[in-house]
């Protein structure tokens, strides 16, 4: 029987790529479902009928619920009284051009967003917190990181107010498991994409921005950068089934990278879309646009030691699938 099978599970920010994707994956193993949803950003129809939806909450106030009739008006409660588990998949995130523009938004959003949603599932009493960290934690290097390669090294900075962020707070995650019963699961993924991604080109990250430019007929098509950069794209499907394994089997505040282990540079993604969609014409490279380090890996040893697992959906199939969402829906589009 399925871990995952009757138990309560709190999906934090549901209507995003990884949060669409846990319920994916979620409700099929037999998980009661719960997840969060703006009126601008919505659940996949879908699974939406068979699931709790909790609309236009702000999670800056996870002391607070709508009433089961949602009419504007509230409740006093702990918003995960009752859950067995959360998914912390609730977050502002945004490209190379909203880091360099404006990093101290994102900083102390997702600073106090996170420490007061901690703070409410262990009073609560949640059994397990899984929080969806990210590889900008490690340092700038060439070859991947490993877990323990944060211990005493700087973050990079072109994205250093985030990058500690996120290790404050998995530290943060660390001290609430040493002194309470709730149990945290930190995941450090690279470079995801999916059905479901922010398509905004002003906010959203690499691979979505070339599926919309692609989707939409772009010519010539504009490359920020000299396409050389090199990422382990990796799929969110891949992504949600090392986060249900690690939260299963990898409770102990201690991070572990998942990540797509072959390695692509941004020119296989737009040559990959290009086959894809039968193109074959311009590309323009934009030299003067905002970009982030050259090369960003992470080493994935221990997920293959611990679960044996290995992300494996290949670029090709991932973007397929992604690009025929974003034509089918274009829910994000601006």
């Not at 404006?102 to 917190?129: C, K, S, T, W």
């Not at 900008?136 to 390669?149: C, F, G, K, Q, W």
């Not at 990250?205 to 939409?216: D, G, M, N, T, Y």
């Not at 396409?227 to 089997?249: I, N, P, Y």
């Amino acid at each position: 029987m399925s871990f995952y099978n009757g138990k309560k599970i709190f999906v934090a920010g549901g209507a995003g790529m990884i949060g669409n994707a846990l319920i994916r994956a979620l409700v099929p193993l037999g998980a009661k479902v719960t997840a969060t949803e703006f009126l601008s950003r919505r659940i996949d129809p879908a699974w939406r009928d068979q699931i709790e939806v909790i609309t236009a909450i702000d999670l800056n106030q996870p002391t607070w619920k709508p009433n089961s009739h949602w009419t504007g008006a509230l409740k006093r409660c702990n918003l995960y009284a009752g859950y067995d588990v959360v998914f912390w998949a609730a977050a502002k995130v945004g490209g190379a051009k909203a880091i360099r523009e404006n990093p101290m938004d994102l900083v102390h959003y997702n600073l106090e967003l996170a420490a007061r949603n901690i703070q409410a599932a262990v009073a609560a009493g949640v059994e397990r917190f899984c929080y969806v960290s990210s590889s900008y934690v490690y340092p700038e290097t060439h070859i991947a990181s490993l877990e323990r390669d944060t211990d005493d090294r700087d973050v990079p900075l072109q994205h250093y107010g985030l990058g500690w962020i996120k290790r404050f707070i998995e530290k943060l995650c660390r001290a609430h498991q040493l002194t309470s019963e709730t149990k945290f699961v930190l995941v450090r993924p690279a470079s995801i994409y999916g059905p479901y991604d922010n398509f905004d080109l002003e906010t959203c990250h690499v691979v979505p921005a070339l599926i919309r430019k692609v989707a939409e007929g772009q010519s010539p098509l504009e490359v920020w950068g000299d396409g050389s950069e090199e990422r382990q794209f990796t799929f969110v499907d891949d992504l949600v089934r090392g986060l249900l394994l690690a939260t299963e089997h990898y409770a102990i505040a201690e991070p572990i990278n998942i990540a797509m282990p072959k390695i692509a540079t941004v020119n296989d993604v737009w040559e990959t879309l290009f086959e894809i969609v039968g193109r074959c014409d311009a590309v323009r490279y934009i030299g003067d646009k905002p970009k982030v380090i050259n090369q960003r890996l992470i080493n994935v040893a221990r997920c293959k030691d611990v679960f044996g697992y290995v992300c494996s959906t290949s670029l090709k199939d991932g973007l397929r699938e992604t690009l025929n969402c974003y034509k089918s829906q274009r829910l994000y589009a601006k």
